[in-house]
């Protein structure tokens, strides 16, 4: 599925490395691991995007390619800290009902509340 797909649509988008950490902003938001061609690998949260994507660059797991691809850019979006676990449950389930599964990097479900 294309990051295209993704309702609302993120507003964000930098390249997924180290050089990009100081354009990543410090709010808290949602946002998408992309491949090259924009196959979403990942969907998350953050009340702190830039560490987020920190944490991130450090896990092979999100680095290292997958059967998909390769994590190429991170997409995302500001979000209100109380509301990111609704946002991020929306994005997730757009995936889901297209696909039967969660995107292949992402392992659990968000909370339902939040």
């Not at 490395?17 to 949260?45: A, H, R, W």
């Not at 997958?66 to 676990?85: R, Y």
Request: hydrophobic residues 30%; glycine residues 6%; proline residues 6%.
């Amino acid at each position: 599925m294309k990051i295209s797909e993704l309702k609302p649509q993120p507003d964000g988008k930098t390249n997924f490395k180290l050089s990009q950490y100081n354009f990543i902003p410090t709010f808290s938001g949602c946002y998408v691991l992309t491949t090259f061609n924009d196959d979403i690998l990942y969907i998350g949260q953050a009340v702190n995007l830039r560490r987020r994507f920190e944490q991130h660059l450090k896990n092979p797991e999100k680095t290292l390619p997958t059967e998909t691809g390769k994590a190429i850019s991170f997409f995302f979006l500001s979000w209100n800290k109380n509301e990111i676990g609704k946002l991020e449950r929306t994005w997730l389930n757009i995936y889901e009902n297209k696909h039967g599964t969660l995107p292949i990097l992402n392992k659990i479900h968000s909370p339902i509340d939040g």
